[in-house]
C-alpha cells in the first residue's frame, strides 16, 4: 500500500473519445508525475505537476494535458484518443525538494483500452 | 538520463541470492541509480537507490562498481513473490524516471 489511489481502475472508449483520469497523492506529498505503460513495454514519462504547475514533461502530443489541484490531487486528460493510447496509466507522488533522491510512490494504475 | 542495460530475464532458485546485473557506463556524475520492481499488473515499487556507495535495506543490496558503470541488486533470500519485473535507472530527474525493459526475475521452487 503506497497510499496513491487511481480511479477508475478499468475503462474502455473509443477512438476519438476524450479521458480523464484521476490521482490522489500520498498524504504530505506535493507532486505528481504520470506515466504511460503499453503492454510488455517499461513505464513511459508524460509530465510531472508540482504545486499545481507543470514541472516537465515526456515526448508526448498536447493532447495529454493534465491539472494538480490545492490539496494536489491530479488528473490526466487525453483527447482524441487513439488506439495505440491503450495503456496502463500511472501516477506516482514524491516529495519535491527532496531532490533526485526522492523515491516516488506508484498507484496500482488505471487501464484504459481504445476501441 | 544515462541508458542503461540489463538482461531481459533471469532465473532464480527459492531461498537463493538472486543478482541482478544492470550497466549504465555513460552515467553522470551526479546520476543516482536506482532500482524498481513491478509485480504483473501492480503499480512499480521502490526498492533501493545509491550514488557512490553500496547500500542495504529490509529489501535489497546495492553494490556500485568504483567506475560506477555498474550495478547489481542484490536480494539474499529471494522468494516466490519477488518474481517481478526488476528495472535499473540512473537519474538525477527526481520523479521524472526512464523506465527500460527491465529484467524478468523467475523465482522458481
Known amino acids: 500500500e503506497t497510499g496513491v489511489t487511481q480511479s477508475p481502475t478499468h475503462l474502455i472508449k473509443t477512438r476519438g473519445q476524450q479521458v480523464t483520469l484521476r490521482c490522489s497523492s500520498q498524504?504530505?506529498?506535493?507532486?505528481v508525475s504520470w506515466y504511460q505503460q503499453a503492454l510488455g513495454q517499461g513505464p513511459q514519462f508524460i509530465f510531472q505537476?508540482?504545486?499545481?504547475?507543470?514541472?516537465g514533461r515526456g515526448n508526448f502530443p498536447p493532447r495529454f494535458s493534465g491539472l494538480q489541484f490545492p490539496n494536489y490531487s491530479s488528473e490526466l486528460n487525453v483527447n482524441a484518443l487513439e488506439l495505440d493510447d491503450s495503456a496502463l496509466y500511472l501516477c506516482?507522488?514524491?516529495?519535491?525538494?527532496?531532490?533526485?533522491?526522492?523515491?516516488?510512490?506508484f498507484g496500482e494504475g488505471s487501464r484504459l483500452t481504445v476501441l | 538520463d544515462a541508458k542503461t542495460t540489463q538482461p531481459p530475464s533471469m532465473d532464480c532458485a527459492e531461498g537463493r541470492a538472486a543478482n541482478l546485473p544492470c550497466n549504465h557506463s555513460?552515467?553522470?556524475?551526479?546520476?543516482?541509480v536506482y532500482w524498481y520492481r513491478q509485480i504483473h499488473s501492480q503499480g512499480p515499487q521502490y526498492i533501493i537507490h545509491?550514488?557512490?556507495n553500496n547500500e542495504t535495506n529490509e529489501m535489497a543490496s546495492l553494490i556500485i562498481t568504483e567506475d560506477r558503470k555498474s550495478s547489481t541488486l542484490i536480494l539474499p533470500h529471494a522468494t516466490l513473490r519477488d518474481t517481478a519485473v526488476y528495472y535499473c535507472?540512473?537519474?538525477?530527474?527526481?520523479?521524472?524516471?526512464?523506465f527500460g525493459q527491465g529484467t524478468e526475475l523467475s523465482v522458481k521452487p
Open positions: 505537476y508540482y504545486r499545481e504547475e507543470e514541472n
Open positions: 545509491g550514488l557512490k
Open positions: 498524504s504530505g506529498h506535493n507532486t
Open positions: 555513460t552515467i553522470s556524475g551526479n546520476e543516482y
Open positions: 506516482a507522488s514524491s516529495l519535491a525538494f527532496a531532490g533526485p533522491t526522492g523515491e516516488l510512490f
Open positions: 535507472i540512473a537519474s538525477n530527474q527526481g520523479g521524472k524516471l526512464i
